[in-house]
């Protein structure tokens, strides 16, 4: 069966390889049950909920990953894109955590949808590649910025705006500690190393609880978990007519979401596809519809279930490394999620934001690491580069970071004389980005 399905020999690998890659990306992937639920409770949801949710869609569109396309990529709700949905869409923008929910499902059908036409090279051929690598590097400084915030580490001044937090709290000396253990461990290729960070963060924490310190991670009351509740399942259908009724505050969360998901996802698949051979001549993705129809479907269901956008996750490249080749991998992965949610109560108590703190700010410096293939020596694609970056640190918004980019790119063609090489396209989002900028004081 397993041959038939997943074509094993013509792959060159075998079911042993293929569970034992799948149980690596899970690994590398598991801090995101931690993690997610943490961000999204700054959204105002409820963490067990968001956990039991996660899980799901993991599981779900994992296996469906694998089953479609046959790839060995697996998903989960992304790191970056939940900040983008706390922060941004709830927290700057004020829309209630149910009409971002209804954002992510609209993102998801029309991801969908260009997933299955030829819409989707139009966007990727519009949008230049120096721009959409400055917006991945940007969300890495501003989810490490976020992680940084909310373990104590930095703080509120207002003298300074920010500053170092209160190194004599237990829980930043906590974190701290995490977040150079897990560099030292990314740094020594140690396998899953950002989830081997967290465990033995949680595990310190545990332990010092226990002596008494307080702010500490608690051991659970039980192990296993059976009575989990999705608060979130269907909470998108109560949202849409919030969503709606600002037109323009719509249209900036769905392209937001849908622009981060539709390139984070395509730049992983091509990542695994070059490593596993899935680039043709024309240097094209084999199944790259079915890839993406089941990265976009992976996010309706995620919407549904009560969780933020689900994504391709570039750690599946750890399972890879160690012979993964089919969609029997990911499909491993998925079934690991499953499982995953008998043991919520450990997950739940242990991981605290002083824990999921050096998986925050860990993966921030991989995601930063796009900034490389930015030409710096270029004015056009460093100004409009930079600016990306900043405005999304300093406006606390990934949207705002987007949107400041576009018009800065278009101010620098404008002034080298390049207008026309701008696709017709990005001119049309810019004029939309000034208009939405512009609109409160013209009203």
């Known amino acids: 069966m397993f041959e038939k399905v997943f074509k094993l020999k013509e792959k060159h690998t075998n079911v042993k390889t293929e569970v034992i890659a799948g149980l690596t990306t899970f690994l590398a992937m598991a801090y995101i049950l931690g993690v997610n639920p943490l961000v999204l409770k700054d959204a105002g949801m409820d963490v067990s909920s968001v956990f039991l949710a996660t899980a799901i869609s993991a599981g779900f569109a994992s296996i469906l990953m694998g089953l479609l396309a046959n790839y060995p990529v697996s998903l989960a709700a992304g790191m970056g894109v939940n900040a983008l949905f706390a922060y941004t869409i709830c927290g700057q923008m004020g829309m209630s955590w149910q009409a971002a929910l209804a954002a992510v499902f609209v993102s998801g059908v029309i991801f969908v949808v260009i997933s299955v036409t030829g819409i989707r090279k139009a966007i990727i051929n519009a949008i230049p590649k120096q721009l959409k690598l400055a917006i991945g590097a940007g969300i890495g400084f501003f989810i490490a910025f976020v992680g940084l915030k909310n373990a104590g580490i930095i703080a509120g001044s207002e003298a300074t705006f920010v500053t170092l937090g209160n190194f004599s709290t237990p829980s930043v000396l906590l974190a701290i500690f995490g977040i150079l253990l897990t560099i030292a461990f990314v740094v020594k290729k140690v396998p899953a190393a950002v989830f081997v960070g967290m465990v033995i963060t949680a595990i310190v924490g545990i332990i010092c609880g226990a002596c008494g310190i307080e702010g500490m991670p608690a051991l659970p009351s039980s192990i296993l978990e059976t009575n989990l509740k999705l608060d979130g399942f269907g909470a998108f259908a109560s949202g849409f007519g919030e969503l709606f009724a600002d037109p323009f505050q719509a249209f900036i969360a769905l392209f937001s979401f849908l622009f981060v998901d539709f390139f984070d996802t395509a730049g992983t698949l091509v990542a695994v596809g070059n490593r596993v051979g899935l680039i043709n001549e024309d240097g094209e993705l084999e199944h790259a519809e079915q890839a993406l129809l089941a990265d976009a479907v992976g996010t309706v269901a995620g919407a549904v279930l009560g969780t933020s956008t689900v994504t391709s996750f570039v750690e599946s490249t750890s399972g890879v490394e160690v012979g993964g080749r089919t969609g029997l991998t990911s499909c491993t992965t998925g079934v690991l999620f499953f499982i995953s949610i008998l043991f919520a109560p450990i997950i739940l108590s242990a991981v605290t ?42 406006t606390y918004s990934i949207s705002n970071g987007i949107a400041f980019g576009f018009i800065a790119y278009a101010v620098a063609m404008l002034a080298n004389g390049k207008a026309k090489e701008v696709h017709p396209t990005v001119w049309g989002l810019i004029c939309i980005f000034v208009l939405y900028f512009a609109l409160p004081y013209l009203m």
């Open 353 to 394: 934001n002083a824990v999921t703190a050096p998986a925050l700010v860990v993966v921030g410096i991989m995601m930063a690491q796009q900034l490389k293939g930015i030409d710096w020596d270029d004015m056009v694609f460093a100004t409009a580069g930079f600016v990306t970056v900043i405005a999304m640190i300093l």
